[in-house]
């Protein structure tokens, strides 16, 4: 792939005026070979192979970013699911798995490290379920560590006994970080049709089906795509989705052409480039504001669900143009504490959390960082990471819920992480009860789609 010099200089204006940067560079680290009867030899052969690797992750992104005046704004690893590795082993091992991985990550200087991860939509192992029992403890015991549970899919249906196990996982989360605004929960992402290849954070893992290694790049660029909408002010909706599309069609080859120079400088495959719209707290990196500048008064505004749908399908179809590499999620994040459109409506009352999970059906992942109080049921956490899942299985994409039940919190509270985590007003949740459905056990069966072969 060619890159005009012109292009290159649009991309550094962009960088400069409209906060467009590289989310991340992901090294996919695959674990496979760590396994052993003894947890000490694992955590050993895990430490030894994430250092020995990702060593020169960080000082090679930062060249790639001098080079090119692009800000990365995270150098991340991700690693095979850890439950693989886990069979055998109670959650007392698993933890101190999880707490070599946290050295690692912190010896090799990367911002997170993810894939202390389970794929049990059609059923649990005994790695499986040590790791999930293990996950609260695992969180807060660690600084860098990210986990997710990917719980139902398109062929499998989804795994109820499992949405009940995670409701209680991020319930105990919430609890062991409470001092710290329950910031265990921002880490902890419950899936649907997970995806093996995502460099997005807390979400990603370094799939079974991956190479040995490889170099993942998630970019990042609502306030690009914001300008570029106020720009067509008054357009109709074929001229408002070309612009978006040139716009993203730009965004994409640039983090292509990023994400392909550390992977050379690595001297590793160059894996996908994720196109997903993420949002930062920044003002104007917002996918809220593109959503206003698109017409509705707010989010939340009827509209609102229509104008996210055909934001996203703009992102994916200029994506496919731009690279033969796209992967992961690729649409547009809708995380309300990471995006400051976002925090606004919820703080006037415009959004609601029954508004989100409409808008999930049409964009990527799902209800994201999205914090409720604390006193918040268990089953009503099972309830809504099963509506999310129904979402994704019948309409067969990738749903998810990272979600912060904040211990001795309530609604007019806020959660406050700084950094791209954010800061997020607690949203109300209904209090109708729907322990009856989530407890009765088993498995929802895969719908009709399923049937494709």
Same mark, same amino acid.
């Given at each position: 792939?060619?890159?005009?010099?012109?292009?290159?200089?649009?991309t550094?204006?962009?960088?400069?005026?409209?906060?467009f940067d590289?989310?991340?560079?992901?090294?996919?680290?695959?674990?496979?070979?760590?396994?052993?009867?003894?947890s000490k030899?694992?955590?050993?052969?895990?430490?030894?192979?994430?250092?020995?690797?990702?060593s020169?992750?960080?000082a090679?992104?930062?060249?790639?970013?001098?080079?090119?005046?692009?800000?990365?704004a995270?150098?991340?690893?991700s690693?095979?699911?850890?439950?693989?590795?886990c069979?055998?082993?109670?959650?007392?091992?698993a933890?101190?798995?999880?707490v070599a991985?946290?050295r690692?990550?912190?010896e090799i200087?990367?911002?997170y490290?993810?894939?202390?991860?389970a794929?049990v939509?059609?059923?649990f192992?005994?790695?499986d379920?040590?790791?999930? +029992?293990?996950i609260p403890?695992?969180?807060?015991?660690?600084?860098?560590?990210?986990?997710?549970v990917?719980?139902g899919?398109? +062929?499998?249906?989804?795994?109820?006994d499992?949405?009940m196990m995670?409701?209680?996982a991020?319930?105990?989360t919430?609890?062991r970080?409470?001092?710290?605004?329950s910031?265990g929960?921002?880490?902890l992402?419950v899936?649907?049709?997970?995806v093996?290849?995502?460099?997005?954070?807390?979400?990603?893992?370094?799939?079974?089906?991956e190479p040995e290694v490889?170099l993942n790049?998630?970019?990042?660029?609502?306030?690009v795509?914001?300008?570029a909408?106020?720009a067509?002010?008054?357009?109709?909706f074929?001229?408002l989705a070309?612009?978006?599309k040139k716009?993203i069609?730009k965004?994409?080859?640039?983090?292509?052409?990023l994400?392909?120079?550390?992977?050379e +400088?690595?001297g590793?495959?160059?894996g996908?480039v994720?196109i997903?719209?993420?949002p930062?707290p920044?003002?104007?990196d917002?996918?809220a504001?593109i959503?206003?500048?698109?017409?509705?008064?707010?989010?939340?505004?009827p509209?609102?669900?229509a104008a996210?749908?055909?934001?996203?399908?703009?992102v994916?179809?200029?994506?496919?143009?731009?690279?033969?590499?796209?992967g992961?999620?690729?649409?547009a994040?809708?995380?309300v504490s990471e995006?400051?459109?976002?925090?606004?409506?919820?703080?006037?009352?415009?959004l609601?959390?029954?508004k989100?999970?409409?808008?999930?059906?049409?964009c990527?992942v799902?209800?994201d960082?999205?914090?409720?109080p604390g006193?918040?049921?268990?089953?009503?956490i099972a309830?809504?990471i099963?509506?999310?899942?129904?979402?994704g299985?019948?309409?067969d994409?990738t749903t998810?819920?990272?979600?912060?039940?904040a211990e001795?919190?309530g609604?007019?509270d806020?959660?406050?992480?700084?950094?791209?985590?954010?800061?997020?007003p607690?949203?109300?949740?209904?209090?109708?009860?729907?322990?009856?459905f989530?407890?009765?056990g088993?498995?929802i069966p895969?719908?009709?789609?399923?049937l494709?072969n």
């Amino acid at each position: 792939m060619n890159y005009e010099f012109e292009e290159i200089l649009e991309t550094i204006k962009m960088t400069e005026v409209e906060h467009f940067d590289i989310r991340t560079v992901t090294m996919g680290i695959s674990l496979r070979d760590c396994a052993d009867r003894n947890s000490k030899v694992v955590c050993g052969k895990v430490y030894d192979k994430i250092t020995m690797l990702g060593s020169r992750h960080v000082a090679l992104a930062s060249d790639v970013e001098r080079t090119y005046g692009i800000s990365i704004a995270n150098k991340r690893v991700s690693v095979t699911p850890v439950a693989l590795l886990c069979d055998g082993f109670g959650s007392d091992e698993a933890v101190e798995i999880a707490v070599a991985l946290d050295r690692a990550a912190a010896e090799i200087g990367i911002d997170y490290i993810a894939g202390y991860s389970a794929l049990v939509q059609k059923g649990f192992t005994k790695g499986d379920l040590a790791l999930i +029992k293990s996950i609260p403890l695992a969180l807060s015991a660690t600084k860098k560590v990210c986990s997710s549970v990917n719980i139902g899919s398109t +062929k499998a249906g989804i795994n109820m006994d499992a949405v009940m196990m995670m409701a209680e996982a991020i319930k105990e989360t919430a609890s062991r970080t409470a001092d710290a605004d329950s910031v265990g929960c921002a880490k902890l992402v419950v899936f649907c049709n997970a995806v093996e290849d995502n460099p997005f954070v807390a979400g990603a893992f370094h799939g079974v089906t991956e190479p040995e290694v490889t170099l993942n790049v998630g970019i990042s660029g609502p306030g690009v795509v914001l300008d570029a909408v106020k720009a067509c002010a008054g357009s109709g909706f074929q001229d408002l989705a070309e612009t978006i599309k040139k716009t993203i069609f730009k965004i994409t080859r640039a983090g292509e052409l990023l994400g392909r120079k550390v992977a050379e +400088k690595h001297g590793i495959p160059f894996g996908i480039v994720d196109i997903s719209l993420a949002p930062t707290p920044a003002e104007g990196d917002s996918i809220a504001d593109i959503l206003i500048a698109m017409g509705v008064e707010d989010v939340g505004a009827p509209g609102t669900t229509a104008a996210l749908a055909m934001l996203n399908d703009c992102v994916k179809k200029a994506g496919l143009m731009a690279s033969s590499s796209v992967g992961g999620m690729s649409g547009a994040f809708i995380p309300v504490s990471e995006d400051q459109g976002m925090i606004r409506a919820v703080e006037k009352g415009h959004l609601s959390i029954e508004k989100l999970e409409a808008m999930t059906a049409v964009c990527s992942v799902g209800l994201d960082m999205v914090a409720v109080p604390g006193s918040t049921p268990a089953t009503t956490i099972a309830g809504i990471i099963a509506d999310e899942a129904a979402i994704g299985i019948i309409n067969d994409k990738t749903t998810a819920v990272r979600i912060i039940p904040a211990e001795g919190k309530g609604v007019g509270d806020y959660v406050d992480y700084g950094g791209l985590l954010g800061r997020a007003p607690i949203m109300p949740v209904s209090t109708l009860n729907s322990s009856g459905f989530v407890t009765r056990g088993g498995r929802i069966p895969a719908p009709s789609r399923s049937l494709t072969n």
